[in-house]
């Protein structure tokens, strides 16, 4: 021996724990730095089940400031408050209103393609009124719902056509007026986009169709009227006089009887020689 007596040897334990203790003081030292400065970890769930997370700076209120939102949906945004601007990765820009980090009220929406929507908005969604700006020229402006077009509004197209009605889940539903390009309108009801059920059509020519329509074409009982004073009473098919009808010439002559694609049927087998006018337009409205 050499007099002195020898070191214990520190056991693996006792260094793990420093360890952990060093660790746990640094945490709560970088915390409480984070926690000073304003940076804070901030999260909540809007009740359409979208949850959003946000790290960054806080106001003096706990409110964020600048920083980064992550949304449950895999999308994330670059929001600074001094300029209320959400900037997202997919190149889209929201300016506008906020609660809990989610566009709630009022602002606009520009999408990386050019489309501008600008309006109302609850959780994130399209709600209430507002106005879309497609980037080819259509512009769409009335109510909004779940961030579809359901309610009343206008759509006005590009080509020059143009919508005034009811809408359900951003399609033509229900009553309105369609305008088309060459002139012709259309007032009655629609279902998913197509004229559906009762309506009348006047066309730029002159004529007007007055009756059913099934799947966007006159199907069903109505009256066709041609701008020289003919006029149809009875079934179509395909938007053609098909069936039990009555057929008036402008000097008065009279015909009750059957039609096919348009054609009187002769009831004595022969072939019909009266020539009668087409009906509907060159679109085939």
């Not at 020898?6 to 970088?30: N, W």
């Not at 964020?64 to 601007?85: C, E, F, H, L, Q």
Request: proline content about 1%; hydrophobic content about 30%; charged content about 20%.
């Amino acid at each position: 021996m050499t007099g002195k007596y020898a070191k214990p040897k520190k056991s693996f334990g006792s260094i793990m724990l420093r360890i952990v203790i060093v660790a746990a003081i640094l945490l709560a030292v970088a915390a409480a730095v984070l926690y000073f400065v304003g940076i804070r970890y901030v999260s909540s769930t809007a009740g359409n089940g979208l949850s959003v997370r946000f790290f960054g700076i806080v106001d003096k209120n706990g409110a964020p400031s600048r920083g980064v939102i992550r949304y449950s949906n895999g999308m994330t945004a670059k929001y600074d408050a001094s300029t209320g601007r959400l900037e997202y990765s997919n190149g889209d820009v929201y300016e506008g209103a906020l609660k809990d980090m989610l566009k709630n009220g009022e602002g606009t929406l520009t999408h990386k393609n050019g489309d501008v929507y600008t309006g109302w908005f609850q959780n994130d969604v399209f709600e209430g009124a507002g106005k879309y700006v497609y980037s080819g020229g259509d512009v769409y402006e009335g109510a909004y719902r779940d961030g579809k077009e359901n309610g009343t509004g206008t759509l006005t197209c590009a080509d020059g056509s143009s919508y005034t009605g009811s809408f359900k889940d951003g399609k033509l539903d229900g009553t309105g007026t369609f305008t088309y390009s060459d002139g012709t309108v259309y007032t009655g009801s629609f279902v998913a986009d197509m004229r559906e059920g009762q309506g009348e059509i006047v066309f730029s020519n002159g004529d007007r169709y007055v009756g059913e329509f099934k799947g966007d074409v006159r199907e069903g009982v109505g009256t066709y009227y041609w701008a020289n004073g003919e006029k149809y009473e009875g079934e179509f098919r395909g938007n053609l006089m098909n069936g039990k009808g009555v057929y008036t010439f402008p000097g008065g002559r009279v015909y009750d009887g059957y039609f096919e694609n348009g054609v009187i049927v002769r009831t004595d087998g022969a072939a019909a020689e009266t020539q009668l006018p087409e009906t509907g337009d060159a679109t085939g409205n």
